[in-house]
Nanobody, 124 residues
């Protein structure tokens, strides 16, 4: 059974940092792109960042570029999202996703497996 489990969310003040982790089990995703998305109630799920199978290629939403960094440890089957200079508008449930292909993508349809999400709340 494939599982993606996110951790590291929480409450932080504006300007602060959090590091999200996503641990995969049930199969290896070393040949697959991984991504992070976020969602607030009443809105569609929004792309945040994606990383290719090798880690050599990354892609970010304009809203987080320069503040967030996605990385992966293929040995640990884990992907990370380092979030710095957080803003109240970053408040959302953050989801980890495993892609069906090797290359980065901003489209939810390119991802096959999803985690349950972790809440990130940024206070002003």
């Amino acid at each position: 059974q494939v599982q993606l489990v996110e951790s590291g969310g929480g409450l932080v003040q504006a300007g602060g940092s959090l590091r999200l982790s996503c641990a995969a089990s049930g199969r290896t995703f070393s040949g697959n792109a991984m991504g992070w998305f976020r969602q607030v109630p009443g809105k569609e799920r929004e792309f945040v960042a994606s990383i290719s199978w090798s880690g050599a290629s990354t892609y970010y939403a304009d809203s987080v570029k320069g503040r967030f960094t996605i990385s992966r440890d293929s040995v640990k089957n884990t992907v990370y999202l380092q979030m710095n200079s957080l803003k109240p508008e970053d408040t959302a449930v953050y989801y980890c996703a495993a892609g069906s292909r090797a290359q980065v993508s901003e489209y939810p349809s390119a991802y096959e497996y999803w985690g349950q999400g972790t809440q990130v709340t940024v206070s002003s």
